[in-house]
């Protein structure tokens, strides 16, 4: 099975037809997708002008996309690496409980889910690499906030368990981004609950 680079050489490779660099494109995803599978690629085609559906898109867009995935991608294995040794450091000085920020990156360990969204169409408009740099910063300082960490919208929605739904937990109603419970203030979290109860969720 082709890993990351090799498929990323696939899209750059101009000796292949469009429609086999958007497929290899589609399998990048497969190794690294910051918001889940369907919602990165909605966002890649998004800010790259290429319609999701289209088998036979202009190479220099898939270009476009592919560079800011692996923009995204050299950031969170830079962070991956740096928290690994830290970690490696914290078990020789004998701290073995991990804490909330341990547990976040045990589940998005290898770049798949960092930053759920709350469906494949709503996510940050921003640059992937700019998302999870605001994210890890936001883990990073470990001081509970009222507002998202990705855009700075105060309004949170408990987003309920179903099987349409790509995870549970606070969502933004301003980005779509599905925040981690440890990142947000109780009384955030609190207000999510009670729009939850009211069944008054709605994209903004």
């Known amino acids: 099975m082709a890993g990351f680079r090799a498929l990323a050489e696939q899209v750059r490779n101009p000796r292949l037809v469009a429609t086999q660099r958007r497929t290899a494109l589609r399998k990048c995803l497969e190794r690294f997708a910051p918001y ?30 592919l560079a800011e995935l692996e923009e995204a991608r050299t950031l969170w294995l830079a962070y991956e690496e740096e928290f690994a040794a830290r970690r490696r450091k914290e ?13 976040w990156h045990r589940r998005t360990w290898g770049g798949c889910d960092i930053v759920p969204c709350e469906s494949p169409q709503r996510h940050p408009a921003a640059r992937l690499a700019v998302v999870l740099h605001r994210m890890i910063a936001a883990m990073e300082a470990g001081r509970p906030r009222r507002d998202c960490p990705v855009c700075g919208g105060t309004r949170f929605a408990w987003l309920p368990d179903s099987a349409g739904s790509p995870a549970t937990g606070p969502a933004c109603s301003q980005c779509g981004v599905l925040a981690p419970v440890s990142v947000l203030a109780p009384e955030a979290l609190t207000a999510a609950d009670r729009v939850h109860a009211a069944g008054a969720f709605a994209a903004a």
């Open 36 to 65: 889940g599978h369907r919602a990165t690629w909605h966002h890649l085609c998004t800010r790259a002008g290429i319609a999701t559906q289209d088998r036979d898109p202009d190479p220099e867009r898939l270009m476009a996309a």
């Open 91 to 103: 078990k020789h000085d004998g701290i073995r409980q991990p804490g909330a920020l341990h547990e």
